[in-house]
């Protein structure tokens, strides 16, 4: 036990967590914020959420250059952190939603499915030009079979596939290594 303890003591996977943690809550804050204004939280409106992610990402590898690191952070420190952030908060987010549209309001989970055929429907021709008539009906069909549990994936893969960019971006702004042991000190 004493072993597990010392494997999760480490500032970096300490903090990741706790951004994490705080990520997860906020996104699910946003997403009741969305729901208590008569907005469908699913779907394009939830993805105004990620701008969340960006902001505990970039704080979180602020703060561990500034209070862990002592004004340095390594690229690889920076990327570890931004991935472990992004993907806790977006697990931790996507169960708050299942419970939420599986216990409190399952209409929630009914009204994004109406949407998403709804504007399957309104986009039909192109669609079908594009993959064809069998393919169309093939996702219009799984669209309509989808289960509440998909919310988790379908969150963090989204989450992950969104994340590439700014977190690489972020890393690269943020990091701030120590050249002194290039230099010639004799």
Same mark, same amino acid.
């Given at each position: ?5 010392? &494997?999760? +003591? ?13 990520? @997860? ?28 992610? %960006? !902001? ?6 602020? &703060? ?6 002592? =004004? ?10 931004? &991935?472990? %952030? +992004?993907?806790? =908060?977006?697990?931790?987010? @996507? ?8 216990? !409190? ?22 669609? %079908? ?10 996702? &219009?069909? =799984? ?8 919310? !988790? ?11 590439? !960019? ?21």
């Amino acid at each position: 036990m004493k072993s597990i303890i010392a &494997y999760f +003591n480490k500032p970096i996977l300490k903090l990741s967590l706790l951004f994490g943690l705080a990520l @997860g809550i906020l996104v699910f804050v946003f997403f009741i914020g969305l729901y208590l204004m008569g907005i469908v939280p699913l779907g394009n409106n939830k993805i105004m959420d990620f701008g969340i992610h %960006v !902001i505990l990402i970039a704080g979180a590898c602020w &703060y561990y250059r500034k209070k862990v690191g002592n =004004g340095f952070l390594h690229l690889w420190e920076a990327l570890t952190i931004g &991935y472990v %952030v +992004n993907t806790i =908060g977006a697990l931790i987010a @996507g169960w708050l939603i299942y419970f939420f549209v599986t216990y !409190i309001d399952p209409a929630v989970f009914t009204s994004y499915l109406a949407e998403m055929k709804a504007l399957m429907l309104e986009g039909k021709a192109e669609l %079908v030009k594009n993959i064809g008539e069998a393919e169309f009906m093939k996702m &219009y069909n =799984g669209v309509g079979s989808m289960e509440r549990s998909e919310i !988790i994936m379908d969150e963090v893969s989204k989450k992950t596939v969104m994340g590439i !960019i700014p977190i690489l971006v972020i890393s690269l702004i943020l990091r701030k290594q120590d050249y002194g042991v290039f230099h010639n000190k004799s």
